[in-house]
C-alpha cells in the first residue's frame, strides 16, 4: 500500500514550495507540487503607467530581480513596436549575464551541492590525495593543499562543536551519498570559493544598474546610464575596465571550477542520468539582442514536443507568433477563480483558496500550457533547443561537457542522457559557460560601440489612446520569462506574468497532465523515505524560485495588515 509523505517546506529554494510523493515499494508512484505563497502583483498593475511597471514586477522576488524588470520593460516595448538603442541593449544583456552567472553559481554551490556531498565525511580526507585529484582535472590556482586545509579546519571546528548550524539538517551518511572523502572535500572547497565569485558578478550588476538586487538603471525605452567618457560620474573607461576585471576573474571561475565540478559529480552518479526526466516537451525563447529591432540574437528559442529534438521548432525573434499565440494558463487545480485556460492578455488573478486537496486545488501556481501541453523550461531546454538547432556555442559546450563527464566517468555520454536530474545541472554549467564567453563579447561590443562615438541610450516612448498588447520575454536562469500587458489610454488594463517557476511547478491542468515538478518524480528510487533525499536532488535540479509576492494571515485565515507600495 502506498505511503504518502509530505516535504513542505522545500528549503535551499527561493519561496515556498510544498512536495507530496505517493511511495509504494520504495519508489514515487504519484506527485503534487504546491506553491503555498499567493503572487498579487498583478492586481496592484491595473490603471497604473506602463513606464513604472517594471520596478513594481521586479519585487516578485529578491533572486529573480533584474529578470523581471527586463521582460517588463521589453513587453511595453513590443507593445510600442518601440526599438532600443544599441548601447541599451549591450548594457541591458551585460546585466543579465552577470546576473545569471551570480545565479548559476549559487543554486548549484549553495542551493544543491549538498544534495550530493557528504560534509560529516570531510575530516575523513585526505589532504595531498585531495591536492592531486583537484590538479589532475583543473588547472584552477586556487586548488591547493592550505585551501583544502582551511576548508577541513573549518569543518573540523564546527563537527567539533557540535552545533553544525547551517548544515544541521543534512542528510549525511545517507546511502544514496558516496563521494570519497576526497571529493567531498574539494566540492565544499569550492563551496566557500564560490561565494567569493557570486559576488563579483553581482558587483557588475550593481555597477551597471545602480544597486542589486532590484536595479535601477532601467527605462521603457533604454536605459538611464549616462555615457560620457571624460566624466567621473558616468559610464567611463574607468568603469568599463572595471566591469572587464571582474568578469574575467568570473569567467575563470565558471569555466576551471563550476563547469569542472559538475562534470566530475555526473560522471561519479552515472546511475542519476536515468532519473528525473519527467516532461520531454522543451522550450527557450530567443535572448541577447544584438541589434536595436530586436532581430537577431546570441541565444536561440524554439521548442521540442515529445523529445523528439529533430523536430525542433524555431522561434525567429522573441516575440514569435507562435509562442505569442499558443501560451494559456489553466486553473482547474490551483487556487484561483475561472473554469477555462486563459491566454495572459485575457488573464485574471483573483484567489480562491479553498485548502490542499489532491484531486482538486492544492496550489498558487497556475498550469501554464503551450498549445494545451505542459513544457520544461530552464537551462535544459535551452541546451536541447540549441543543440538541435546546430547552434555553434551551444554546441562547442555541450559537446566539452559531454566529453569531460565521459573521460571522468570513463562510460558513453550522449545528449539524451542530459533529460534527467543530473543532466539539468550539466546543462546549467554548460549555459553558464556560454554566458561567460558572452560576457566578454557583449562589453567589447559596448566597450566599440561606445569608441565609435555613439553614446545614445533611450528613445521617447510615446502612448497612443487605442488598446495595445505586448509580451516582453527573457530566457532568465531557470528558463523562460514572460509578461503580457495589456495598455489602454497610456494605462494597464492588464498585466500577467508567465515565470519559469510556473511552466515547471505547475500543478495539474483540466486533462489531468502533471506538470514537471510532479513528472520529474515518478517512478524516482527512496532508499530511505523516511529521508527523501531523492526528491530534493530532482527538484532543487530545476532551481525552483516560489517568491513573488506574499500575503500575511493568522492561523484562522484572517488578514493581518495591507502594505501600501510607492
Known sequence: MAKRITIDPITRIEGHLRIDVDVDNNAVSNAWASCTMWRGIENILRGRDPRDAWLFTQRFCGVCTTVHAMASVRAVEDALQLEVPLNAQYIRNLILIAHALHDHIVHFYQLSALDWVDILQIPKADLNATTKLAESISPWTRNSREEFKAAQDRVNAVAASGQLGIFMNGYW?????????????????HYVQALEYQRKALQVVGILGSKTPHIQNLTVGGVANAINLDNASALNMDRLEM?????????QFVNQ????????????????????????????????PLDSAGTSYDLPGGTIMNG??????????????????AVSEDVAHAYYQGDKPLHPWKGVTDPDFTGWTAEQ????????????????????????????????????????????IGAVGHFQVTPGMLESTLGRHGARAIRASMLAELAQKHLQLLTDNIAKGDTAVFNQPVFPSHEIEGVGTHEAPRGTLSHWVVVKDAKIKNYQAVVPSTWNASPRDASGAQGPYEASLMHTPLARPEEPLEVLRTIHSFDPCMACACHTFDPTGQ???KVKVL
Open 173 to 189: 551518511g545517507h546511502p544514496a551519498m558516496r563521494l570519497s572523502p576526497e571529493v567531498n572535500l574539494l566540492a565544499f572547497t
Open 243 to 251: 566591469i572587464r576585471g571582474l568578469l574575467e576573474e568570473v569567467v
Open 257 to 288: 571550477v563550476y563547469f569542472v565540478d559538475v562534470c566530475a559529480l555526473a560522471a561519479m552518479y552515472p546511475d542519476w542520468f536515468k532519473i528525473g526526466k519527467g516532461v520531454n516537451n522543451y522550450m527557450a525563447v530567443p535572448d541577447l
Open 308 to 325: 523528439n529534438i529533430g523536430g525542433v521548432h524555431a522561434f525567429k525573434t522573441a516575440s514569435d507568433k507562435d509562442f505569442r499565440a
Open 361 to 404: 486545488k492544492y496550489s498558487w501556481v497556475k498550469a501554464p500550457r503551450y498549445n494545451g501541453a505542459p513544457m520544461q523550461v530552464g537551462p535544459l531546454a535551452q541546451v536541447l533547443v540549441g543543440f538541435a538547432q546546430g547552434h555553434p556555442l551551444t554546441v562547442k559546450h555541450a559537446s566539452r561537457a559531454i566529453e569531460t
Open 559 to 561: 488578514e493581518i495588515a
